[in-house]
Nanobody, 123 residues
Framework: QVQLVEQGGGLVQAGGSLRLSCAAS????????MGWFRQVPGKEREFVAG????????YYADSVKGRFTISRDNAKNTVYLQMNSLKPEDTAVYYC????????????????WGQGTQVTVSS
């Protein structure tokens, strides 16, 4: 069983930056792909970014490409999401997730989830 804990959410003005972190514990595995997702009330959870187990491959939703950067430090069992040039439409609860094997963009493919952290971007 893998436990994931997100940190780093908060309130920021449009154009600002935040860095989210996701610490893994329990039966962690550096061979797990990690993903960041986000969700707003009334909408489905959507893929934001993903990183392969090695950190060598990264994937982004078109809406965040060029503004967000995902990275991981396997020595610390931690994944990061650096969010720059934030927009009000980035406001959501952000979740990190883990799965064995490759990165998928579908939430149902992930078997471990954090509790989520709120990100609010004011205009």
């Amino acid at each position: 069983q893998v436990q994931l804990v997100e940190q780093g959410g908060g309130l920021v003005q449009a154009g600002g930056s935040l860095r989210l972190s996701c610490a893994a514990s329990g039966r962690t595995s550096s061979s797990a792909a990690m993903g960041w997702f986000r969700q707003v009330p009334g909408k489905e959870r959507e893929f934001v970014a993903g990183v392969s187990w090695s950190g060598g491959s990264t994937y982004y939703a078109d809406s965040v490409k060029g503004r967000f950067t995902i990275s991981r430090d396997n020595a610390k069992n931690t994944v990061y999401l650096q969010m720059n040039s934030l927009k009000p439409e980035d406001t959501a609860v952000y979740y990190c997730a883990a799965r064995p094997g490759a990165v998928f963009t579908t939430p149902s493919e992930y078997n471990a989830w954090g509790q989520g952290t709120q990100v609010t971007v004011s205009s």
